[in-house]
């Protein structure tokens, strides 16, 4: 089944604490993508990767790393988290024609964080 | 930096009315999504349009993009309630994915 698969689905952590929000995809996408969701602000991106080894700020990146060395796999590193990095976060996937984006995004079933 | 709005963020409405929710964006692209949202659920892609004047349909709704006027909508005709759900647009420039606030729906009987 084509999916893409995020753990864990729920975090309770404190501040300070490193974490890691692993993200897989099985549909050999190029593109992958990390998110996070608040209410009333929609989905804002957090960093994105067009390809293994290409990177990119998305829209609200402070506080985050990620790293892409395979294709199927694209983590999201919390170093050093704090109260305000509680959200609903969501990993998503898809397809690539060259320096575009080629189709709709999948996504993940989310993780939900909370830092104490 | 890209901006995407979308209007109305909260809409109730009466099964079997009519009624369009917009999507305005701030920069030049021509890539533009639509998607779904059950309560406590993931996002579920609707609509991919890629050029000026793409429109397409699924069923009780309709999507559409106008690049000049960095504008699309989503047109729902004779809703059921099958359609509560938050609706997301979102915008793509070379992988920067820009999401509108989402419009939540509520349809009743």
């Known amino acids: 089944e084509a999916q893409v698969t995020q753990n864990p689905r729920y975090l309770i952590t404190v501040t300070g604490k490193k974490l890691t929000v692993t993200c897989s995809q099985n549909?050999?996408?190029?593109?992958m993508s990390w998110y996070r969701q608040d209410p009333g602000l929609g989905l804002r991106q957090i960093y994105y990767?067009?390809?293994?080894?290409?990177?990119d700020k998305g829209d609200v990146p402070e506080g985050y790393k990620v790293s892409r060395k395979e294709k199927r796999n694209f983590p999201l590193i919390l170093e050093s988290p704090s109260p305000n990095q509680t959200s609903l976060y969501f990993c998503?996937?898809?397809?690539?024609?060259?320096?575009?984006?080629?189709?709709?995004?999948?996504f993940g079933e989310g993780s939900r964080l909370t830092v104490l | 930096e890209l901006k995407v709005e979308q209007n109305p963020l909260f809409l109730s409405m009466q099964e079997g009315k009519n009624y369009t929710i917009y999507c305005n964006y701030s920069?030049?692209?021509?890539?533009l999504y639509w998607y779904r949202q059950d309560p406590g659920k993931s996002l579920e892609s609707l609509f991919v349009?890629?050029?000026?004047?793409a429109v397409k349909q699924e069923g009780r709704l309709m999507a559409s993009l106008d690049t000049k006027a960095r504008l699309s909508t989503l047109h729902i005709t004779a809703a059921v309630h099958d359609l509560s759900a938050t609706y997301f647009c979102?915008?793509?420039?070379?992988?920067?994915?820009?999401f509108g606030a989402g419009t939540r729906l509520t349809v009743k009987p």
């Open positions: 998503a996937s898809t397809s690539t024609g060259g320096s575009w984006i080629s189709g709709e995004l999948f």
């Open positions: 549909m050999n996408h190029e593109y």
């Open positions: 990767s067009m390809n293994v080894e290409a990177t």
């Open positions: 920069t030049t692209s021509d890539r």
């Open positions: 349009l890629l050029s000026n004047g």
């Open positions: 979102a915008v793509d420039t070379s992988g920067d994915m820009r």
